[in-house]
């Protein structure tokens, strides 16, 4: 039948895609970094899930259908982890979130029995329904949080793009497992999540794959005409200007409220021209980090002063523009690589040797 075809191209094109895409990036996986080795068991996981994703027949049995089965079991959570990579170049697999993946992981290998068959018996997957939707909720809420500080300006819009799409289509998934049980798979229900798995896999190769003009003109980036070769940007050097006078003359980074839409107001230009500037010239790829490169300096500034000596490192925080000790530390660990009590007392230590070596000797 034609729907049986359908439903076997659909999940045959889903995997291949998605594991066409994993083997390219995890080649590039030093330059990418975690998201090209979190997509490789993800990849595996959305394959496995699609392979047995069928209220048909056409599906792998057998050991093929057991570890498709179990690598199913895993999707949501690296689907959560690599989205976190994607949106966030600060993102790390520790904490709460690696926790609550560890908790997930250990749910879903109860439940398909790799710890024996009589614990497999047990309804273990409703345990991962409230998890899952904790899950979905923060992703959500990550996403949307941090759009407006987001000074990349394509990974800016797809925040909005992934949250509804993809947060959505769990959302459903789940909500579906709640209502209907997990035995639900309908064939239109079944088949809608593959393509939209399918879409994604053509996406993200599209997103992976490059071409290359002289692949079928042999024509080398050398000789292209003049005409043909990209224009170098022009640089709006009055808008740098009004950002030099911002940041180093009003120096209005010492303002812990500051948002980016304020910045923008007080920039006098459009939100993309302001995040283009800060991105591209500056290589910020957050208006958080950009407005602490500044705070940071400031701060060392005041660590290494004399006339700061007896300052007490919540008001050198509070002086430099930070809202909090804790954000304080995070931020000048993040530059300087250790604590502001460490780089103070080295510039003490510094400081005195440099003024000892210059006291005039004894002389006769």
């Not at 939707?133 to 819009?157: K, N, P, S």
Request: aromatic share 10%.
């Amino acid at each position: 039948m034609i729907i049986d075809q359908l439903d076997v191209a659909v999940r045959a094109g889903a995997a291949a895609t998605l594991l066409l895409s994993a083997a390219l990036l995890l080649r590039q996986w030093r330059r990418i970094g975690l998201p090209a080795l979190l997509l490789a068991p993800l990849a595996l996981c959305l394959t496995g899930f699609v392979l047995g994703n069928t209220p048909l027949t056409l599906k792998p049995d057998g050991p093929v259908g057991a570890a498709a089965r179990v690598l199913s079991g895993f999707t949501v959570i690296f689907l959560w982890w690599f989205c976190l990579s994607c949106f966030d170049r600060r993102f790390r697999v520790r904490g709460p979130v690696l926790v609550v993946g560890l908790i997930w992981g250990l749910i879903a290998a109860l439940d398909r029995g790799l710890f024996g068959a009589a614990l497999g018996q047990w309804e273990w997957s409703r345990l991962l329904l409230p998890l899952g939707f904790a899950i979905v909720g923060h992703l959500v809420w990550r996403l949307l949080a941090e759009r407006e500080d987001d000074l990349i300006q394509q990974r800016h819009d797809a925040r909005v793009l992934t949250a509804v799409g993809l947060g959505g289509m769990l959302f459903v998934d789940l909500s579906a497992d709640l209502l209907f049980g997990f035995d639900w798979r309908p064939l239109a229900f079944a088949l809608s999540q593959n393509l939209m798995i399918l879409i994604f896999g053509l996406w993200l190769a599209g997103r992976l794959l490059t071409v290359r003009p002289e692949a079928l003109t042999f024509v080398t980036n050398a000789e292209r005409t003049p005409a043909e070769a990209p224009d170098p940007g022009v640089r709006d050097a009055a808008l740098h200007r009004r950002l030099t006078d911002l940041m180093e003359g009003e120096r209005v980074f010492l303002d812990p409220e500051l948002t980016f839409a304020a910045f923008v107001a007080r920039m006098g230009a459009s939100e993309r021209a302001v995040r283009t500037l800060i991105n591209h010239e500056l290589g910020h790829d957050h208006f958080r980090s950009f407005l602490n490169h500044y705070r940071v300096a400031e701060a060392r500034r005041r660590l290494s002063a004399p006339s700061h000596a007896e300052d007490k490192l919540i008001a050198v925080a509070l002086d430099s523009g930070f809202a909090s000790l804790a954000s304080f530390n995070r931020a000048f660990r993040a530059v300087e690589g250790c604590a502001p009590s460490r780089y103070r007392a080295t510039a003490r230590a510094a400081f005195s040797t440099k003024a000892g070596s210059e006291e005039p000797k004894a002389g006769f």
